[in-house]
């Protein structure tokens, strides 16, 4: 079920993204109404007031919630970079790089011949 969660992940952000956007609109369209209507300026900015704070709660939620990219970064890079192997095999890389050059030069020489 982890991998669920973590296949949708973008979806959820564009989701977060649009409810953001069409509740900040309504928001806005239901003060603008109490606004006009009823002429109780006060009801109208209370409820522009909630619909602000509502629209804020969801845009940090937006942020915080990482991407596929950004999980996956998250989920691989500690096996990265505690992997022993991996170290071993870098330390180990300039003896290899210097064995194949010999390895080469030895056969370029060998058709020389």
């Known amino acids: 079920m982890d991998y669920y969660w973590f296949a949708i992940l973008d979806n959820i952000k564009y989701g977060l993204t649009l409810l953001t956007v069409l509740f900040f609109i309504l928001g806005c369209v239901i003060a603008a109404f109490y606004s006009n209507c009823i ?3 006060r009801k109208s900015s209370i409820i522009f007031c909630y619909t602000l704070v509502f629209t804020m ?3 940090i939620l937006n942020v915080f919630i990482p991407s596929q990219k950004q999980m996956a970064f998250i989920i691989a890079a500690p096996y990265m970079f ?8 870098a330390k180990n890389l300039k003896d290899i790089l210097r064995i194949g050059k010999e390895y080469i030069k030895a056969q370029l020489d060998e058709k020389d011949k």
């Open 39 to 41: 002429n109780n300026e």
């Open 57 to 59: 709660f969801l845009v």
């Open 82 to 89: 505690e992997d022993k192997q991996i170290d071993d095999k």
